[in-house]
């Protein structure tokens, strides 16, 4: 899906070992694949990112990443969007999409 690589790109994911190895269905957790806590909070925030919601709670996204994740993470961030749902009444019309809320 064209929109999920370009999730998984935006949140660093396409060049770690763990995601070439096992593809985007990594298991992670106690019964997944053992990975740093810098991938878990990238995986985490592109699997918030799939669903697309007008607000995204997060616990310090950032505190397991170097300096540079750490700009990676905060642009993305920033660049959040959501697309409302299509209105039955007007299907035929697109929504706009607007500027997610971010609270961590």
Same mark, same amino acid.
């Given at each position: 899906?064209?929109? +999920?690589?370009?999730?998984?790109?935006?949140?660093?994911?396409?060049?770690?070992?763990? !995601?070439? $190895?096992?593809?985007?269905?990594?298991?992670?957790?106690? $019964?997944?694949? $053992?990975?740093? +806590?810098? +991938?878990?909070?990238?995986?985490?925030?592109?699997?918030?990112?799939?669903?697309?919601?007008? !607000?995204?709670?997060?616990?310090?996204?950032? /505190?397991?990443?170097?300096?540079?994740?750490?700009?990676?993470?905060?642009?993305?961030?920033?660049? +959040?969007?959501?697309?409302?749902?299509?209105?039955?009444?007007?299907?035929?019309?697109?929504?706009?999409?607007?500027?997610?809320?971010?609270? /961590?």
């Amino acid at each position: 899906d064209h929109t +999920l690589m370009e999730i998984c790109t935006k949140a660093c994911l396409m060049d770690e070992p763990a !995601i070439v $190895k096992h593809g985007l269905g990594l298991p992670v957790g106690a $019964k997944g694949t $053992k990975v740093s +806590l810098s +991938l878990r909070q990238r995986i985490s925030m592109a699997r918030t990112m799939v669903r697309n919601t007008p !607000i995204y709670i997060m616990d310090d996204p950032s /505190s397991a990443q170097d300096s540079f994740m750490i700009s990676q993470v905060s642009n993305v961030l920033k660049g +959040l969007e959501y697309t409302p749902p299509v209105d039955p009444s007007f299907p035929d019309e697109i929504p706009a999409k607007v500027p997610a809320t971010v609270v /961590s």
